[in-house]
């Protein structure tokens, strides 16, 4: 069964800093791997997938993830962080494309001024 | 294109009543999962509907059921609600044949007193 962890259920960075949050995965096939981005009381938000073409994935908003199988880590990374992104973000697995999702237990990104 | 839309918003139910949710997917998708999400948890998969048939099934007691409508829109069900019930669900669709990424809605807040 594939699960994922997300270390850290808070971090804190300044804006204009790098914004770095982890996602290690556990799958017994090659995963699709997702990161999804939450703001208060509504649904969830793609911020990019990967999918086996290229191992540094971008997405929406200046994010990016390296998906590194010897590390089975999927990290999410923005070089440098805005107010607007203070959100929470979760990383998911799938096994196949279109089915169920696995999601981690979330990170609450905190953004200072 | 008005997205995933669910309804109700919000509601209110008692113990040990029954509850419906619906959920309307993107246009064009034709595959309806749904998740439920507790408060500081990531979301937990609930089921996937897939041509009116329940095509997964996650580890949730047969008090939730579900059913997918010929136009692809779908319920969720839950019977002999519990306080333990209580959490946002969340309805995702997608286009199973196609491998579109789960578009998600915005999810409706159930407490359950």
């Known amino acids: 069964a594939q699960s994922v962890t997300q270390l850290g259920s808070h971090v804190s960075v300044s804006e204009g800093a790098l914004v770095l949050l982890r996602c290690n995965y556990s799958?017994?096939?090659?995963?699709?791997l997702f990161w999804y981005v939450q703001y208060p009381n509504q649904g969830l938000q793609l911020l990019l997938k990967?999918?086996?073409?290229?191992?540094l994935v971008k997405g929406i908003n200046g994010f990016e993830a390296e998906f590194k199988k010897s590390e089975t880590s999927f990290h999410l990374t923005k070089p440098s962080a805005h107010m607007s992104d203070a959100a929470e973000y979760f990383c998911a697995v799938s096994l196949e494309y279109g089915n169920k999702l696995v999601f981690g237990a979330g990170t609450i990104l905190r953004v200072k001024s | 294109d008005a997205g995933v839309t669910q309804s109700p918003t919000h509601l209110i139910k008692t113990r040990g009543q029954q509850v419906t949710l619906r959920c309307s997917p993107k246009?064009?998708?034709?595959?309806v999962s749904w998740y439920q999400q507790a408060l500081g948890q990531g979301p937990q998969f609930i089921f996937q509907?897939?041509?009116?048939?329940?095509?997964q099934r996650g580890n949730f007691p047969d008090r939730f059921s579900g059913h997918q409508f010929p136009n692809y829109s779908s319920e969720l069900n839950v019977n002999a609600l519990l306080l333990g019930d209580s959490a946002l669900y969340l309805c995702a669709s997608s286009r199973l044949e196609m491998n579109t990424e789960a578009f998600f809605g915005q999810g409706t807040r159930l407490t359950v007193v």
């Open positions: 509907y897939y041509e009116e048939e329940e095509r």
């Open positions: 799958s017994s096939v090659p995963p699709y």
């Open positions: 990967y999918t086996s073409a290229a191992t």
């Open positions: 246009s064009g998708h034709d595959t």
